[in-house]
């Protein structure tokens, strides 16, 4: 199947920096990501859907601000975590649709884990 | 919003074994998706059902579809060690391919 990288794998950082975290699909062109969010053994949120060359959408009660979301090119859409701080702790998964696919299968990398000291 | 609920939460069981996990939505649905994830790790997909489509088979995977009741269930048959995981339904409402997660089952096969 197709891959998603995710980079970085892990981030450790101080409270009130920014973290920015990358989606790439590798062999081939997404127009559209999904970036989620996963507490410990707890299930997948939807905090919003980028499209590439426009504004991402978010889910209800996900801050844009907060979450900014660029999609520059059809493989890659970064996600960055502004001001961070603890709550903000989680682990961050990114999707990928490829297109040329006749089902909605997504590709999913495998995650960012973030801690916010 | 999450809409799947998924039963059970965990599931213990012996290799060898089947194991059966229950996935119930409540809005209508272009398809339906399983996700495994192993800890810590991202998501590996399983299998995709249509709404048209009542039974799939992948190997030891068995998944159904009622859409009359809403719900989903995932066979795995003679289990093994390796098939520890969560694993997620996810349902495809036909919103610009936005999946809705279940809030998983966390199978624990035990050799």
């Known amino acids: 199947g197709a891959v998603v990288s995710q980079h970085p794998s892990r981030v450790i950082c101080k409270s009130g920096t920014s973290v920015k975290i990358e989606c790439r699909s590798l062999?081939?062109?997404?127009?559209?990501m999904f970036w989620y969010r996963q507490f410990p053994k707890k299930s997948l949120m939807l905090m919003a859907t980028?499209?590439?060359?426009?504004?991402?959408?978010?889910e209800q009660g996900v801050e844009k601000d907060k979450f900014l979301i660029n999609h520059a090119s059809l493989t890659l859409s970064t996600l960055t975590v502004t001001s961070a701080h603890p709550e903000d702790s989680s682990f961050y998964i990114c999707?990928?649709?490829?297109?040329?696919?006749?089902?909605?299968?997504?590709?999913f990398g495998p995650g960012t884990r973030l801690t916010v000291l | 919003s999450q809409q799947g609920e998924e039963d059970p939460q965990a599931l213990s069981i012996q290799e060898g074994e089947n194991a059966t996990m229950n996935c119930s939505y409540k809005?209508?649905?272009?398809?339906l998706q399983w996700y495994r994830q192993n800890s810590g790790r991202g998501l590996v997909h399983l299998i995709l059902?249509?709404?048209?489509?009542r039974e799939k088979h992948s190997g030891r995977l068995r998944v159904t579809l009622d859409t009359s009741k809403k719900s989903s269930s995932l066979l795995i048959t003679a289990s093994r060690a390796a098939d520890t995981a969560s694993y997620f339904c996810?349902?495809?409402?036909?919103?610009?391919?936005?999946?809705?997660f279940g809030q998983g089952t966390e199978l624990s096969v035990k050799p």
């Open positions: 999707s990928a649709r490829d297109p040329g696919l006749s089902n909605n299968e997504q590709f």
């Open positions: 062999d081939f062109q997404a127009t559209t």
């Open positions: 980028s499209n590439e060359g426009s504004k991402a959408t978010y």
């Open positions: 809005t209508s649905i272009n398809n």
């Open positions: 059902i249509r709404s048209n489509e």
């Open positions: 996810a349902t495809d409402s036909n919103q610009g391919g936005k999946l809705i």
